[in-house]
Structures are given as structure tokens and as C-alpha cells.
Nanobody, 123 residues
């Protein structure tokens, strides 16, 4: 499966962005999908994940209440709505497909990764 992440950009603190992750080659509807991010000089970290049906969502404590993950299985796309952005949210954001069921935070569980989209939040 190929994943195409887009929607990143430069935004001021307090602003918002909506990231999209569109899949081709395989339907996403059977899989949990996650968003991760990696800031310069830091390790990649979990941001949010959503179950195959969309009924269950998971968030890192640092984004809870500000970010919302959703999906449209008919469009084979997962979204990440990011509100009240902070400079510390600056990172490259990656979407990924969980095919191994090792846990939503476990990057080893995700077999397919998008190319990443850069989010820069200025203060």
C-alpha cells in the first residue's frame, strides 16, 4: 500500500491545520491507522491512532484535546485535525498502517509509512 500524506505547512501558534493521508493499492478499512511525528534532532513519537471502524481513537497526552483523528473509509483516507497549534508541534508528520497488532503506540506494528509532511508552527 502507498500512503500519501499532505496538508502540512507554516502556521502561527494558535492556528490550525488539517493533515490527510490517502492510501492507494490496498483498502485501509481493515486496519488501524496512526499518525506519528519527528521533530529535528528527536526520535519519532506517537501522536494519534484510529481503529479500523473509526469507533476508537487514541492520542498522545501532548495533543489530547487539540488534535482529532478521523477517517473516511469510502475515500480510503485518514485525517488529523490539529487545532491550537504550539511551536512544540513543529515536526514532520507521518501516517502509517498497523498490520501487526502489536499496539497502537508501537512503531514496529506499522508496516507501511507515508513520506511525511512538514508542519512548522511559529511563535
Amino acid at each position: 500500500v502507498q500512503l500519501q500524506a499532505c496538508g502540512g505547512g507554516l502556521v502561527q501558534a494558535g492556528g490550525f491545520l488539517r493533515l490527510s493521508c490517502a492510501a492507494s493499492g490496498r483498502t485501509l478499512s481493515n486496519y488501524r491507522v496512526g499518525w506519528f511525528r519527528q521533530a529535528p534532532g528527536k526520535e519519532r513519537e506517537f501522536v494519534a491512532a484510529i481503529s479500523w471502524s473509526g469507533a476508537i481513537t487514541y492520542y498522545a497526552d501532548s495533543v489530547k484535546g487539540r488534535f482529532t483523528i478521523s477517517r473516511d473509509n469510502a475515500k480510503n483516507t485518514v485525517y488529523l485535525q490539529m487545532n491550537s497549534l504550539k511551536p512544540e508541534d513543529t515536526a514532520t508528520y507521518y501516517c502509517a498502517v498497523d498490520t501487526k497488532g502489536l499496539g497502537y503506540r508501537n512503531m514496529a506494528s506499522y508496516a507501511y509509512w507515508g513520506q511525511g509532511t512538514l508542519v512548522t508552527v511559529s511563535s
